[in-house]
């Protein structure tokens, strides 16, 4: 797992095949502008998609045209105790990781559920959203504020401009970001649903 902000962003930059070295501090600000307003992104019924199709994913701009995200609804089976056996607090958490995406899976991220930054290297999604991308940050979570977190195995990443014409392209629903939708302890049935939603909602307007 990378251990600092640096060593994954370079990770999050080869997938985005965008030099490391663009990124700086002020990068990073830009990024976490509460003004970047996320967005939930449902995969419609016509996406065929065999990672991609039925899922929902939490999308975030990086600026010019950037874009990551985090599908919601596709736990795995695998939990932080299995993971990380030597690790006593991971062992306490029973439930799943998430697949996130299909880059960089062997990264470990944290979605955190709360009203104020968690200390450490994050990435803020949404108002009270906040995700952790350094394994320090991480283990910090997993130790002391798991109950407030979600956590996800690899991430999904959009070239400049790629979800905008994946977007008109008619492959996503998009929905204004709602954090309890995205922390549902349960996303059984939330692809359904969320389908029908933005299906009524098209059918009004």
């Known amino acids: 797992m990378p251990t600092t902000i640096e060593s994954v962003i370079r990770v999050l930059l080869i997938g985005l095949a965008i030099a490391a070295q663009a990124w700086t501090g002020s990068a990073l600000a830009q990024a976490n502008a509460p003004d970047d307003a996320p967005l939930i992104l449902v995969a419609k019924p016509g996406l065929r998609d065999a990672f991609f199709g039925s899922t929902i994913l939490i ?25 990380f056996p030597e690790h006593g607090p991971s062992q306490k958490i029973p439930e799943p990781v998430y697949l996130g995406g299909p880059l960089n899976t062997e990264v470990i991220f944290a979605l955190v559920h709360s ?91």
């Open 59 to 83: 999308a975030k701009s990086l600026g010019g045209g950037r874009h990551l995200g985090f599908v919601i609804n596709r736990p795995t089976e695998v939990t932080l105790g299995r993971l």
């Open 115 to 205: 009203s104020n930054p968690p200390a450490g290297e994050v990435l803020r999604l949404a108002q009270d959203l906040y995700i952790a991308v350094d394994a320090k940050t991480v283990d910090h979570i997993i130790e002391a504020d798991a109950a407030h977190a979600r956590f996800f195995a690899g991430l999904v990443a959009w070239r400049p401009g790629e979800l905008k014409e994946e977007v008109q392209r008619g492959l996503w629903y998009v929905l204004e970001s709602d954090s309890d939708l995205v922390m549902r302890k349960s996303t059984d049935g939330l692809w359904e649903e969320l389908v029908k939603r933005s299906q009524l909602r098209a059918n009004t307007i």
